[in-house]
């Protein structure tokens, strides 16, 4: 009986902890979903500037992969928060609140990362297949879209994924900038009601919106080979 008792204890405090996170869970599923979406668009792009014949382009794409990648996602939060209004001239012009300097840091981070995932995806292609589409008399888009694009998804899914499932605990460190997410609250709990409890429901809430992200690019994988063993 003692032990049903504690356990019930247990539960009831695990709701009461998990009801007051809530409030941080819209923040981090805002900050997930708007790097997701955004970043990966960016990423393509950024991976056409890569492999760009031109020589600016080229380089001023990759000095901006290099500085993205080089240094820490914490510094860049900190840098786009406080370190942009003291550029001089537009830095008044550059003040953003710290929900939206956390969005413009992930996306833009990120976007550097899923660059070199596609840019080694589109290596793995062999060019004959550019050659052989060409003699076939497609048109530069229609070998992209029909021909290289399916094949620039199925070998780079995974690596999105774990790139996608390392943004899912990323976003826990824009609390250093004071942006209310779920490690937030869960901090704010823990000092408030000397319980470290707190800390094993927001590690519960990072693992259901892993495995929910895990299962979603499973999906996607069995749903990419379906398709190419329709064609």
């Known amino acids: ?61 990759g000095i901006y992969v290099w500085i993205m990648r080089g240094t820490p996602l914490l510094l860049q939060l900190y840098f786009f928060y406080y370190g942009l209004t003291f550029i001089p001239v537009i830095g008044p012009y550059l003040t953003m609140d710290r929900m939206t300097a956390a969005i413009v840091a992930f996306i833009l981070n990120y976007a550097a990362y899923f660059c070199e995932i596609f840019r ?71 000092n408030r009601e000397v319980d470290a409890s707190a800390y094993l429901v927001a590690a519960v809430f990072y693992l259901v919106m892993n495995f929910a992200v895990t299962k979603f690019f499973a999906w996607l994988e069995k749903r990419s080979n379906y398709i190419d063993m329709a064609r």
Do not use: W
């Open 120 to 190: 080694g995806g589109l290596l793995t292609i062999d060019q004959g297949q550019y050659e052989a589409a060409r003699v076939l008399g497609f048109s530069k888009s229609q070998t992209f879209f029909r021909i290289v694009l399916p094949q620039l998804i199925r070998v780079t899914l995974p690596s999105v994924s774990n790139e996608v499932i390392t943004l899912v605990k990323d976003t826990a460190l824009v609390t250093a900038i004071g942006v209310t997410e779920i490690l937030y609250f869960a901090k704010a709990t823990v």
């Open 1 to 61: 009986m003692e032990f049903i008792s504690k356990f019930l204890e247990f539960i009831s405090n695990f709701g009461h902890i998990a009801v007051l996170l809530l409030d941080g869970v819209r923040y981090t599923l805002t900050l997930f979903f708007a790097t997701a979406l955004l970043s990966i668009p960016l990423g393509f792009l950024i991976t056409f500037c890569r492999i760009s014949r031109n020589r600016v382009v080229k380089g001023i794409s």
